[in-house]
């Protein structure tokens, strides 16, 4: 009912920057919080920054400063700017959006993924 599609990862040097996007589409009548998350390997997945339907933004303390998260509501789309990229930055990068669908259920839906390596 709901797909979301990740793109922008990939490979850049330390002090470099990456723009992601995740694009939603389907049934969807609303999309509340959007948010982005990471896991590195032989880790738990983190919050890495979330922003509400009214485009309130929250960040990790380690990427304050260096991430800026931004949606596009009539595109369905959340990025994350990522700017002076660093090597523990290193890590799969997943969306998620959540929101209403046009039977009135509620959804949550993960991106697929996409891998961001940062280079020393």
């Known amino acids: 009912q709901v797909s979301l599609v990740e793109s922008g990862g990939g490979l850049v040097q330390a002090g470099g920057s990456l723009r992601l996007s995740c694009a939603a589409s389907?049934?969807?009548?609303?999309?509340?919080?959007m948010a982005w998350y990471r896991q590195a390997p032989g880790t738990q997945r983190e919050l890495v920054a979330t922003i509400t339907s009214g485009a309130s933004t929250n960040y990790a303390d380690s990427v304050k400063g260096r991430f800026t998260i931004a949606r596009d509501n009539a595109k369905n789309t959340v990025y994350l700017q990522m700017n002076n990229l660093k090597p523990e930055d290193t890590a799969v990068y997943y969306c998620?959006?959540?929101?209403?669908?046009?039977?009135?259920?509620?959804?949550?839906?993960w991106g697929q993924g996409t891998q961001v390596t940062v280079s020393s």
């Open positions: 389907g049934s969807i009548v609303r999309i509340n919080t």
């Open positions: 998620n959006v959540g929101g209403r669908l046009t039977t009135m259920s509620a959804f949550d839906y």
